[in-house]
């Protein structure tokens, strides 16, 4: 097998230029997932740009009420991040549960969302907070929510030569409440069976605003939307939240493979969304 020869950029307009000049080549970041396709032979590129060199995008940031986080901030840095500790929890627990620590060190948050694995941890808590990207090419930059960033399994909106820059995150008010489980075979060695994100703000007792955000159960993340609305403008008791569950396990569209059947999977959607929601039960 003929690998990919690697370019190593010396800042990111030399990266996009690289890009833009080969089609064949591709950015690498923590290289955990694209160096085992390409070894496997399921991806093919002539070249890789390193990104990995471009410490301008290694950033955890607080700018008025939004978190930045540069696309080549290591997963370790995000779960060890006090500040997303304390405004995003749930995209602390989120990056807690990827892979084993060895992983977490070297992974980056923008390869996660970039490989675009429908399982993908770090995507259901950010789009349950409304995150976008930003993305950059020779051509200028454009923001995109990131529910609106996947396109299928290993899919983006990315156009050639377009590199995620970073992720932004409103920073949600002290009523908003967040939380992500993750159901896997293996605790630190598997990737998720099924994993749930929900976002939702608590006002005189009804649940506003819910985000409840389903991986690895379709194509990419989903917006569990017929769940969200049985919830939206209620009070989350334990009967609306079993209506809840039972509607996002109806809704997911999963596919039966080696970690579990169609039917296992959205099994699970009904378990985790239930217990994701009785934190907050009336
Ligand atoms: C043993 C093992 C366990 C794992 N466990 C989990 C798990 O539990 N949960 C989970 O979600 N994942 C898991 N993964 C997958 C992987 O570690 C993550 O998806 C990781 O975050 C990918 O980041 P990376 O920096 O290594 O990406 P890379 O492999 O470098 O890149 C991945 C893809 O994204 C593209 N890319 C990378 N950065 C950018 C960018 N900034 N702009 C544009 N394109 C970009 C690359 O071209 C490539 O197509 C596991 C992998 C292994 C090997």
Sequence with gaps: MKLPSLYVPSNLQDALARLNANSGARPIAGGTDLLLGVKRGKISCSEMVNLGSLSELRYITQEGNRIRIGALTTIAQIENSDLIARYIPAVTAAASCLGSWQIRTTATLGGNLCNAAPSAEMAPPLIALGAEVRLVSLGGDRTVPLESFFVGPGSTVLRPGEILQEVIIPIPTSEVQTTYLRHSLKRSTDIAVVNVAVALRLSAGKAEDVR???????????????????????????????????????ECSPISDLRGSADYRREMVRVYVKRALANWAA
């Design 212 to 250: 409840l955000v389903l991986g690895a159960v379709a194509p990419t993340p989903i917006r569990a939307r017929a769940a969200e609305s049985i919830l939206e403008g209620n009070s989350p008791t334990m009967a609306t939240i079993v209506r809840a569950a039972e509607e996002a396990s109806k």
